[in-house]
């Protein structure tokens, strides 16, 4: 199958030395490529800036913001059977982006944030894909709610949730454990383990969830 799967932070510069970002290191991006590519599938990796090595037979694009991780999901997305989103896209960015190096003129500075492009969100009505849809939760408060409630505003069939206020999961982190949440309010929590082991176990539930759904 052709699996694009998205991975790691995204960067919003505010400056030519300073920008907006996240703790994403792509481990969880990455350990789902190789998973998926292990398996005999062909990969599509869109990558923000992390200091992984991306797998051998994954088409691999870099990208630094979420405009460009936009633009790149957008040309590859409708020639995918699934596509799995993993990365930590800045929701914000800033709305003025200073020619010069910003200095210390005051003791306060204030920010104009604008909304970054919902890439996930654009992938039905914007990118037409027709494919089986998987975007990640990352929650700190009432993680099965607001998973549900991402997975229906973004015409998901699987969201993957993940606890990101836990020190031993989530960001940056070796390990995680996720809950599957589905469209019909079903959910269904998976054990604390390596991200490889856990990508490897995904990537296999995720390819025959959508063989189901997308009969050959
Ligand atoms: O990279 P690691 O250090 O291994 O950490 C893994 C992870 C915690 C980053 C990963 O498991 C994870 O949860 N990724 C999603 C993080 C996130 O941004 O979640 P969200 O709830 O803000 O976004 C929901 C979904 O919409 C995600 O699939 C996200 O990729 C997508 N999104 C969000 C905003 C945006 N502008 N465009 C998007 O596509």
Do not use: W
């Not at 959910?187 to 189901?212: C, F, G, N, W, Y």
């Amino acid at each position: 199958m052709k699996i694009l799967i998205t991975a790691g932070p995204t960067r919003e510069p505010l400056d030519p030395v300073r920008y907006l970002s996240n703790r994403s290191s792509g481990k969880m991006g990455y350990a789902l490529a190789s998973a998926a590519t292990a398996l005999g599938h062909e990969v599509t990796l869109i990558s923000g800036p992390v200091l992984l090595t991306a797998p051998e037979n994954a088409l691999t694009h870099r990208v630094e913001t979420a405009q460009e991780m936009f633009d790149a999901v957008g040309a590859a997305a409708k020639h995918q059977d699934i596509a799995i989103f993993a990365a930590a896209v800045a929701d914000y960015r800033p709305k003025l982006i200073h020619d010069q190096k910003i200095k210390k003129h005051s003791n306060t500075l204030t920010l104009e944030l604008e909304r970054t492009p919902d890439i996930l969100g654009s992938m039905r009505s914007t990118f037409q894909f027709t494919g089986y849809l998987v975007g990640f939760a990352a929650e700190t408060e009432n993680l099965i709610e607001n998973a549900l409630d991402k997975l229906h505003r973004k015409s998901c069939d699987l969201i993957i949730a993940n606890d990101v206020s836990r020190r031993d999961a989530g960001f940056d982190s070796d390990e995680n454990e996720v809950i599957l949440c589905f469209p019909s309010g079903q959910t269904e929590p998976i054990p604390h383990q390596s991200k490889q082991t856990l990508a490897h176990d995904l990537v296999q539930r995720i390819v025959k969830l959508a063989t189901e759904k997308i009969p050959s």
